[in-house]
């Protein structure tokens, strides 16, 4: 079994930035990618982006330019850095870790409120 928890969610004006941290537990082996996905009220949960273990990244379209994920393999953790948000990023963040096999694990989720 593997925890992931996440942190760094809160409300932010628009224009602003957060830093979202995972930090993975347990039985952390043959990780092939970590990443972020969001679900906003009422919408299905979407990518926001992902990176894999050699450190090749994937972003939607919506938050490229304004957010960077990356890693400490180390710590086993991944981070979500997102400048200039808007309402529309609205949303809870759950962590995700795909293993080589192809089995994925969650987090419990963070909240992440954009608003003036």
């Known amino acids: 079994q593997v925890q992931l928890v996440e942190s760094g969610g809160g409300l932010v004006q628009p224009g602003g930035s957060l830093r979202l941290s995972c930090v993975a537990s347990?039985?952390?082996?043959?990780?092939?990618?970590m990443g972020w996905y969001r679900q906003a009220p009422g919408k299905q949960r979407e990518l926001v982006a992902t990176?894999?273990?050699?450190?090749?990244?994937n972003y939607a379209d919506s938050v490229k330019g304004r957010f960077t994920i990356s890693t400490d393999n180390a710590k086993n953790t991944v981070y979500l850095q997102m400048n200039s948000l808007k309402p529309e990023d609205t949303a809870v963040y759950y962590c995700?870790?795909?293993?080589?096999?192809?089995?994925?694990?969650w987090g419990q989720g963070t909240q992440v409120t954009v608003s003036s």
């Open positions: 995700n870790l795909e293993r080589l096999s192809g089995i994925t694990s």
């Open positions: 347990g039985s952390v082996f043959s990780i092939y990618a």
């Open positions: 990176v894999t273990r050699a450190g090749m990244t």
